[in-house]
């Protein structure tokens, strides 16, 4: 989202995301692309997301409104990515 504006678009349980930016540092599932459905709101500017296999909190910046999808994504929807080993203090 590029300004907080666009938070007054979101409807908790219908609104679905995508992610703009790699997450996969706290799940190997959130990589960019992934799209999940805005559950609630953990904090003035993060969004309570769940995706197929997981429920995070992402900053408004960090993600999009899909425009014309409503209801949770599947995993059919989610980018195919093959997790790469991570060594320690890789981010």
Known sequence: MEDRAELGRVVFG??????????????????????????????????????????????WKDCDIVPGKKGMPTLADQPRVIPKPRTMGEE
């Open 14 to 59: 219908e609104t679905v995301v995508t992610l703009t930016r790699d997450l996969s540092v706290m799940n190997p599932n959130l990589v960019t692309g992934s799209m999940g459905l805005v559950v609630g709101k953990l904090a003035n500017y993060t969004l309570k997301v769940a995706f197929p296999q997981v429920t995070v909190g992402v900053n």
